[in-house]
């Protein structure tokens, strides 16, 4: 299957800093990226499409002033939480669909942990 | 937003016991996918379903599309230790470049040795 690399896997912060996370498609092209947000027991809540080379559409709810996000080329998408604060911390998940067999599985990458502290 | 009835919440089964699972939708989807997650990382595709009715398998585990659309399984085969996990179902209503998926609150699967 295609593989979706995330960057970093974990990343601590102080609260009021921002934080930066990559995901890659590696070996296909993705127009359109997800990032998911998740706590612990629960299932995934989707926060915002990614769209490359347009603005990203967020989800009801989802402050897009906080949680920026670009997509800037086929293969990248980034997610930057601002001004972080503790009930930022959560684990951060992008997906992209693979459309090369014309069926678009969604492929997720490995997950970023971000704690504030 | 939406979310799949996914049952059941937990399972707690002994190692070579067989498994089944399902999710349930009020509404039509046009492709049903199942994901495992393992603590700490992203969820990893086990089976994509795309007609109704289609029944896949991939080594021990076997899913159906329901006929409906509203529906699927996955069931899973004498059980090893390495299945623990959770399984989530989601269904895509893919149309265009709208690939958004709607998941299952997932099923917690415990297998003893």
């Known amino acids: 299957g295609a593989v979706v690399s995330q960057h970093p896997s974990w990343v601590i912060c102080k609260s009021g800093t921002s934080v930066k996370i990559e995901c890659r498609s590696l070996?296909?092209?993705?127009?359109?990226m997800f990032w998911y947000r998740q706590f612990p027991k629960q299932s995934l809540m989707l926060m915002a499409t990614s769209n490359e080379g347009s603005k990203a559409t967020y989800e009801q709810g989802v402050e897009k002033d906080k949680f920026l996000i670009n997509h800037a080329s086929l293969t990248l998408s980034t997610l930057t939480v601002t001004s972080a604060h503790p009930e930022d911390s959560s684990f951060y998940i992008c997906?992209?669909?693979?459309?090369?067999?014309?069926?678009?599985?969604?492929?997720f990458g490995p997950g970023t942990r971000l704690t504030v502290t | 937003g939406q979310q799949l009835n996914q049952s059941p919440q937990s399972m707690f089964i002994q190692e070579g016991e067989d498994v089944s699972m399902n999710c349930t939708s009020s509404s039509i989807f046009n492709t049903w996918l199942w994901y495992k997650q393992e603590p700490g990382e992203g969820p990893v595709l086990l089976i994509a379903?795309?007609?109704?009715?289609e029944l896949t398998s991939n080594g021990r585990l076997t899913a159906q599309f329901g006929i409906t659309r509203k529906d699927s399984f996955l069931n899973i085969s004498a059980s090893i230790p390495s299945d623990v996990g959770i399984y989530f179902c989601a269904g895509q209503r893919s149309g265009g470049s709208n690939y958004k998926l709607t998941f299952g609150k997932g099923t917690l699967l415990t297998v003893n040795p």
């Open positions: 997906s992209a669909p693979d459309g090369g067999g014309g069926t678009y599985e969604q492929y």
């Open positions: 379903l795309y007609k109704a009715g």
């Open positions: 070996d296909f092209q993705a127009t359109t």
